[in-house]
T-cell receptor, first 109, second 114 residues
Framework: GQNIDQPTEMTATEGAIVQINCTYQ??????LFWYQQHAGEAPTFLSY??LDGLEEKGRFSSFLSRSKGYSYLLLKELQMKDSASYLC??????????WGAGTKLIIKP | TAGITQAPTSQILAAGRSMTLRCTQD?????MYWYRQDLGLGLRLIHY???????GKGEVPDGYSVSRANTDDFPLTLASAVPSQTSVYFC?????????????FGSGTRLTVV
């Protein structure tokens, strides 16, 4: 079966750095996505990785290792507005997105 | 503002009644999707459409139907609602099924079946 695993909840301090991990087992691989979802709102696209390595976008970076079935989202200089759920999703061989349950990130002052 | 419009925002529906959730996009995206999101679970695909005139079944299609008569609209119909269909429903679109730009989501419809 297809499976995406990520921690249910994480807590971090404002101004700090946090790494959210995602491991996956899917039928084929056509890219990995990270989305941010604030409570009661729609998911919004953060990043896309299809090749191994690190992609950096401002305070957010995403890393992929296809051989290990592993990705992480790194958030730097955390702000209170970063409190949200972070969803990891993998596009399988049929170009369908398989979603993790999301990691709820709580930022404390 | 370009994007996806979903209606209604929320609804309480009696079990056994039918209902259509509306979804309209103005980005001329080819592919559209319906997901449900339940607490503790990832987004689950109900139905999808890779292009106007075609539809396909996702992971949890039972009890739902869709149509794609044109590029912009992708309504989701519950023929006879049951309490297990209580959920938040998101419509999404992408330029192509494997697009690296990701999906654009509507603001969601919160449905309660009683």
């Amino acid at each position: 079966g297809q499976n995406i695993d990520q921690p249910t909840e994480m807590t971090a301090t404002e101004g700090a750095i946090v790494q959210i991990n995602c491991t996956y087992q899917t039928s084929g691989f056509n890219g990995l996505f990270w989305y941010q979802q604030h409570a009661g709102e729609a998911p919004t696209f953060l990043s896309y990785n299809v090749l191994d390595g690190l992609e950096e976008k401002g305070r957010f970076s995403s890393f992929l290792s296809r051989s290990k079935g592993y990705s992480y989202l790194l958030l730097k200089e955390l702000q209170m507005k970063d409190s949200a759920s972070y969803l990891c999703a993998v596009m399988d061989s049929n170009y369908q997105l398989i979603w993790g349950a999301g990691t709820k990130l709580i930022i404390k002052p | 503002t370009a994007g996806i419009t979903q209606a209604p925002t929320s609804q309480i529906l009696a079990a056994g009644r039918s209902m259509t959730l509306r979804c309209t996009q103005d980005m001329r995206h080819n592919a559209m999707y319906w997901y449900r999101q339940d607490l503790g679970l990832g987004l689950r695909l109900i139905h999808y459409s890779n292009t106007a005139g075609t539809t396909g079944k996702g992971e949890v299609p039972d009890g739902y139907s869709v149509s794609r008569a044109n590029t912009d609209d992708f309504p989701l119909t519950l023929a006879s609602a049951v309490p297990s269909q209580t959920s938040v429903y998101f419509c999404a679109s992408s330029d192509s099924p494997g697009g690296a730009d990701g999906y654009t989501f509507g603001s969601g419809t919160r449905l309660t079946v009683v």
